[in-house]
């Protein structure tokens, strides 16, 4: 698989909505293409702070009664579809291309990303329903709507600085975003290996010598997060270790960092 393949299918692969073949052929390629890695990376940063850039609200009755519309017509076109052939059916038609069949999980991808944009935003503003309204009924690449949902997270301004993996876990990397809407900092780590017992990633701001800490990182996937509110102005670092656990050290790190980055 090669660069530009590695593109097309990079926002359904965030998403998780690739086959176990792409998915194994992704990742073998991302091993070796840091550029490719990159803009994984960066994808994932973005669906990793949408869901807490938006206050959470309840939908309302309108776009409660879209949602319902097109549930009860997708049904309706399956039970049709479902319908046995008559005996002298015409034959079927040739099988779908590669191309086709990326295009059909692009846009179930997409479908799947709609409706949980819909039922976690609700109501937040009128521009953004025409907006989910529109991807609806859209033919564009998964890639072009998460394009386009990273334009909406980024106009918001946020204040983005890099976290590097230390000498304990080199390929280790991440980002602390301040969301200033929101008065909120999200921490974001990459290629953390799986604890052990009850081993913990915790976060750290330091200013000077003195570490505070900002809780217990949540792993998934080799991907940590952590989001808190509040900003990081008036610290000079933020730094990642690894503690016994299972609770978080209280006053100072216990066990080794594993990452670090400077605030400014």
């Known amino acids: 698989m090669n660069c530009e393949e590695i593109e097309e299918l990079s926002g359904a692969y965030v998403l998780g909505a690739v086959t176990d073949d792409e998915r194994k052929a992704i990742e073998e390629h991302l091993e070796q293409c840091p550029q490719a890695m990159h803009l994984i990376q960066e994808l994932q940063t973005v669906v990793n702070i949408l869901p807490l850039s938006v206050p959470q609200t309840e939908p309302s009755s309108l776009v409660k009664g879209r949602i319902l519309a097109a549930i009860q017509a997708d049904t309706t076109r399956k039970q049709i579809n479902l319908a046995p052939l008559p005996a002298f059916s015409e034959p079927?038609?040739?099988?779908?291309?590669?191309?086709?069949?990326?295009?059909?999980?692009?846009?179930?991808?997409?479908?799947?990303?709609?409706?949980?944009?819909?039922?976690?935003?609700?109501?937040?503003?009128?521009?953004?329903?025409?907006?989910?309204?529109?991807?609806?009924?859209?033919?564009?690449?998964?890639?072009?709507?998460?394009?386009?949902?990273?334009?909406?997270?980024?106009?918001?301004?946020?204040?983005?600085?890099?976290?590097?993996?230390?000498?304990?876990?080199?390929?280790?990397?991440?980002?602390?975003?301040?969301?200033?809407d929101l008065d909120m900092t999200v921490l974001v780590m990459h290629n953390l290996p799986p604890t052990k017992g009850t081993q913990v990633y915790q976060g750290w701001l330091l200013q000077g010598k003195q570490p505070t800490s900002i809780g217990i990182l949540n792993l998934h996937n080799g991907t940590a997060t952590l989001n808190f509110q509040g900003n990081v102005k008036g610290f000079d670092a933020a730094a990642v270790s690894l503690e016994p656990g299972p609770l978080a050290s209280k006053s100072t790190p216990q066990g080794k960092i594993v990452a670090s980055g400077v605030l400014s």
């Open 92 to 180: 079927s038609p040739a099988p779908r291309s590669r191309v086709q069949n990326v295009r059909y999980q692009v846009m179930a991808a997409a479908s799947v990303l709609l409706l949980i944009l819909v039922l976690a935003m609700g109501a937040w503003n009128i521009s953004l329903q025409q907006h989910v309204t529109q991807l609806a009924t859209s033919n564009t690449s998964l890639q072009q709507q998460v394009a386009q949902l990273a334009a909406s997270v980024r106009s918001n301004t946020p204040v983005a600085y890099t976290v590097k993996g230390s000498q304990v876990l080199p390929d280790a990397s991440g980002q602390v975003t301040y969301i200033p």
